[in-house]
C-alpha cells in the first residue's frame, strides 16, 4: 500500500481536524472534500504529507527553541541543524518517502522555520514587485503594475506572526503590542512594513516593496519607456555638474529606483553620504558612508532620526548628500545643506506634480518646528532646488517620467517653475491600453544649462528643440 493510501485510510480522521484547522501555505496541498450521493463528505487527498507538515513544523520549533534567533549561529549553521532535525522528525513520524519526497518535505518545511513561508516562492519570482499580505490568508502580489490575488496563504495568523519576527529581528528591531509597527529590510534589500494587532485590527499586515539583485540603470528605464535617451542625457548632465535635484512622485511610482540611476551619474572619487529611514540605495561608488535611521528601543529612548543623520552629515566633509526621503523636518536642513556649498545632492519626496512638490517641501520645512515666514521659506526654496523630475505609475501600470521641471526663482510671493520636458498623454493607448505618448521637450532652453558649460559637460542643446529661451 502507498503512503498516501496508508495516510488517507489511517489518519482519515486527523486529517479531516487539519483540513478544519490548517489553512496551507499551499494551497495545492490541501485534501478537499467532495459530496457523495449520500451526502456524506468524502475525504480526496492531493497531500497526503499536508497534516504530518503541520505537526513537523511544531514539533520543529519545539526542538528548536531559542536557537533559532542564536545571533552566535550563521545562517549556514542554522539551515544545518533544522535539517538534522527535520531528519529526526522523519524517523520519528516512521514516513517512508521517496528522496524527491524527503527534499520536498525538508525544503517546505525549511521555508516556513527559516525562510518566509509561503512568501518565500513569490520571493524568488523575478517578476514580482510588490508583495501584500492583509492577513494570513490574503496575500496579493504585484506583477507588471498589475495588483492580483495570490492563491498563497499562511497557515495561521501565528505562522505570519513569525515569518515578520524573523524579519525585524534580522535588522535587530522589535514588533509587539507595545510596538506594533516597524519598517524593516531584507537581506537583498528590499522594504518591508509590518503593522499587528491590535493595530490592524483584522490580523496581521505585511507589505514588502522588493527590489531587483541588480539595480535598474538608465538604459533599463529607457527600455522600460519610463524616460527618453534624452532625458538621460538632460539628467547626467544635471548630475555631473551639480545641480540639486528632488525626485517627487506618488507610492510605488519608482522614484527609489530613478535616485539610483540619478546617484549613478556622481562622478568617481567624489565622498557621498547617503540617509535612509531603512537602506534601499545601492550606489556602485566605492566612496560612500550609508547612513541609516534608528527607531527609539523598548524603554523609548536612542531615537536617531533623518534629521539628525543630515545635521551629522554636514561634518563628514561630504561631495554629495544623498537623502532617501524627505518626510519632515530634516527638508530644512537638507535646503541649507543645499544652499551652503553643497551642491549636487539628491533626494526624493510624495507629491503628485512639481508644483505641489514646492507646496509639500514648504509643509515639510514648517515641520521642523521654526517659526519661519512663508515667504523666508520660499526663497530658499527657490535659491536651493535647481530640478524637479516628476515620476507617475500611469492606470496601465507603466511608470513614466511626467515632468522634468526647472526651478527658476522667485516672483513676488511665488516661486516660477518652468517645464523642460513633459509627458504626452495626448497620444492615447493602444487595444491592451498602454499609453503610447512619450516625454517631449517644450521648446524652451533652461538657465541651468550654463552650469553645464561651467563644470565642461558634454550636452547637445538640440535634445530642447528650442524655440525660445527663458
Same mark, same amino acid.
Given at each position: ?91 520519528? +513520524?516512521?514516513?517512508?518517502? /521517496? ?5 520536498? $518535505? ?58 515578520? +519576527? ?35 485590527? =483584522? ?13 535598474? &540603470?538608465?538604459?533599463?528605464? %529607457? ?29 510605488? #511610482?519608482?522614484? &527609489? /529606483? ?6 549613478? $551619474? ?38 536617531? #532620526? %533623518? ?16 537623502? !532617501?526621503?524627505? =518626510? ?19 533626494? #526624493? ?10 507646496? *509639500? ?13 512663508? *515667504? ?48 504626452? $498623454?495626448?497620444? !492615447? #493607448? ?36 528650442? &524655440?525660445?529661451?527663458?
Amino acid at each position: 500500500m502507498s503512503l498516501s493510501d496508508r495516510l488517507a485510510t489511517a489518519r482519515d480522521r486527523s486529517l479531516l481536524q487539519a483540513h478544519a484547522d490548517l489553512q496551507s501555505s499551499d494551497p495545492e496541498a490541501l485534501p478537499r472534500f467532495e459530496q457523495t450521493q449520500d451526502q456524506v463528505p468524502k475525504l480526496v487527498v492531493t497531500d497526503a504529507l499536508a497534516a504530518v507538515k503541520a505537526r513537523a513544523v511544531e514539533e520543529l520549533f519545539k526542538r528548536l527553541g531559542s536557537r533559532i534567533n542564536d545571533p552566535s549561529l550563521t545562517e549556514a549553521q542554522l539551515h544545518e541543524f533544522v535539517r538534522e532535525e527535520l531528519s529526526a522528525i522523519i524517523e520519528d +513520524e516512521q514516513l517512508l518517502l /521517496t528522496v524527491d519526497e524527503r527534499a520536498r $518535505f525538508i525544503q517546505d518545511i525549511e521555508d516556513d522555520a527559516l525562510g518566509l513561508g509561503p512568501l518565500q516562492r513569490v520571493l524568488e519570482d523575478p517578476s514580482v514587485t510588490e508583495i501584500m499580505v492583509n492577513g494570513h490568508d490574503t496575500i496579493y502580489v504585484e506583477r507588471n503594475g498589475k495588483i492580483t490575488r495570490s492563491p498563497l496563504r499562511f497557515a495561521s495568523e501565528q505562522h505570519l506572526r513569525r515569518a515578520i +519576527e524573523r524579519i525585524v529581528g534580522r535588522v535587530g528591531r522589535r514588533i509587539d503590542e507595545s510596538s506594533p509597527m516597524v519598517d524593516a529590510r531584507l537581506q537583498d534589500g528590499s522594504r518591508v512594513n509590518a503593522v499587528v494587532p491590535p493595530l490592524a485590527v =483584522r490580523g496581521s499586515s505585511l507589505t514588502i516593496r522588493k527590489f531587483s539583485d541588480t539595480p535598474f &540603470t538608465v538604459e533599463n528605464l %529607457i527600455e522600460f519607456g519610463s524616460m527618453t535617451p534624452q532625458i538621460a542625457a538632460l539628467l547626467r548632465a544635471a548630475v555631473e555638474s551639480r545641480l540639486n535635484i528632488l525626485v517627487s512622485g506618488g507610492t510605488g #511610482t519608482g522614484k &527609489t /529606483t530613478l535616485l539610483n540611476v540619478l546617484s549613478s $551619474f556622481i562622478p568617481d572619487g567624489e565622498r557621498i553620504v547617503t540617509i535612509e529611514d531603512a537602506m534601499e540605495l545601492k550606489l556602485q561608488q566605492d566612496h560612500v558612508v550609508q547612513l541609516e535611521a534608528r527607531p527609539p528601543n523598548i524603554e523609548g529612548s536612542g531615537e536617531i #532620526t %533623518i534629521r539628525d543623520l543630515v545635521r551629522n552629515s554636514l561634518r563628514m566633509r561630504p561631495d554629495r548628500i544623498v537623502v !532617501g526621503e524627505c =518626510r519632515s523636518g530634516e527638508a530644512l536642513d537638507m535646503l541649507q545643506a543645499m544652499n551652503t556649498g553643497h551642491d549636487g545632492s539628491l533626494s #526624493t519626496l510624495h507629491a503628485n506634480a512639481p508644483r505641489d512638490c514646492i507646496a *509639500r517641501l514648504e509643509t515639510l520645512v514648517l515641520m521642523a518646528g521654526m517659526d519661519l515666514p512663508l *515667504r523666508a521659506i520660499r526663497e530658499q526654496v527657490a535659491s536651493a532646488v535647481d530640478l524637479i523630475v516628476q515620476i507617475q505609475r500611469l492606470r496601465d501600470g507603466t511608470r513614466r517620467i511626467t515632468h522634468v521641471t526647472e526651478v527658476l526663482g522667485m516672483e513676488g510671493d511665488v516661486v516660477v517653475l518652468q517645464d523642460a520636458f513633459l509627458f504626452d $498623454f495626448s497620444a !492615447g #493607448t493602444d487595444a491592451q491600453g498602454t499609453f503610447l505618448g512619450v516625454q517631449k521637450p517644450t521648446g524652451v532652453r533652461p538657465r541651468f544649462t550654463d552650469r553645464f558649460e561651467e563644470y565642461g559637460v558634454d550636452f547637445d542643446i538640440s535634445n530642447f528643440n528650442l &524655440t525660445r529661451t527663458v
